[in-house]
Nanobody, 120 residues
Framework: QVQLVESGGGLVQPGGSLRLSCAAS????????MGWYRQAPGKQRELVAT???????NYADNVKGRFTISRDNAKNTVYLQLSDLKLEDTAVYYC??????????????WGQGTQVTVSS
């Protein structure tokens, strides 16, 4: 069984910063890619950023230059540095990973979500 556990959400003022973390645990053969998605009230879940094992990143246009994704392969952990936060960044942020596990092959896993609220 694979679990993704997120941390680091919270309340922040516009222009502020937060750092989210997501650690994967379980019997893991390989994780690629890892990423972050978000879902605001009344809206569909959307991609924020992804990163592969080699460090290649992909960002949504509306977060480019403000958010930075990184990962520690040895710790099976992905991070998201959120900077210059805007009101419209308010959402539940979900960690996602495509994980190879023994017997069951490659599957998508999701974290439970962490709330990020940007408010003055």
């Amino acid at each position: 069984q694979v679990q993704l556990v997120e941390s680091g959400g919270g309340l922040v003022q516009p222009g502020g910063s937060l750092r989210l973390s997501c650690a994967a645990s379980g019997t893991i053969l390989h994780i690629d890619p890892m990423g972050w998605y978000r879902q605001a009230p009344g809206k569909q879940r959307e991609l924020v950023a992804t990163i592969n094992t080699g460090g290649t990143t992909n960002y949504a246009d509306n977060v480019k230059g403000r958010f930075t994704i990184s990962r520690d392969n040895a710790k099976n952990t992905v991070y998201l540095q959120l900077s210059d936060l805007k009101l419209e960044d308010t959402a539940v942020y979900y960690c996602s990973a495509k994980v190879a596990v023994p017997q069951f092959g490659l599957n998508d896993y999701w974290g439970q979500g962490t709330q990020v609220t940007v408010s003055s």
